[in-house]
């Protein structure tokens, strides 16, 4: 079972990180790796997409069920993918008036096969990569608005 936690302090409000996460469709535009971000469905407190990942020729994709919890948490479960087991949890916690700390934990076991140990590499590097591209392009796009 991989592990993954990150978490980042940052100048704006859990409600304004919060939003930037849910909007799973523009994944693409700043998260390096992935290629594509498709909602199959939209409720009041669910949202289950299906993000494409690519990069140095290889391609997969996987889709999750995820509940949100305006502005506390967004909860991922696996719905399809190349992976055993899968679970994901998104925490954005106040800190004051206009700043949070946003964290993020995944917890994966990739299938067997020789295309999964690739697609274990990918999913890896762009897990790593997802609280900083968060960040990045919250300070960027909420500054700008300010």
Sequence with gaps: ?????????LPHTAEQVFDLVADIERYPEFLDGC?????????????????RLSRAGISHGF?????MTRPEKIELTLVDG????????????????????????????????????AAGKLFDKVALDLVDSVVRRANKELEAAT
Excluded: Y
């Design 1 to 9: 079972m991989t592990v993954i936690e990150r978490s980042a302090l």
């Design 35 to 51: 290629v594509g971000a498709v909602i199959h469905e939209r409720g009041e407190e669910t949202v289950t997409a299906t993000l």
């Design 63 to 67: 889709t999750t069920c995820n509940r």
């Design 82 to 117: 190349p992976f055993d087991s899968f679970s994901g949890q998104w925490i954005f916690r106040a800190l004051g008036d206009a700043a949070c700390k946003t964290s993020l934990r995944l917890d994966f076991e990739l299938s067997s096969g020789l295309a999964n140990v």
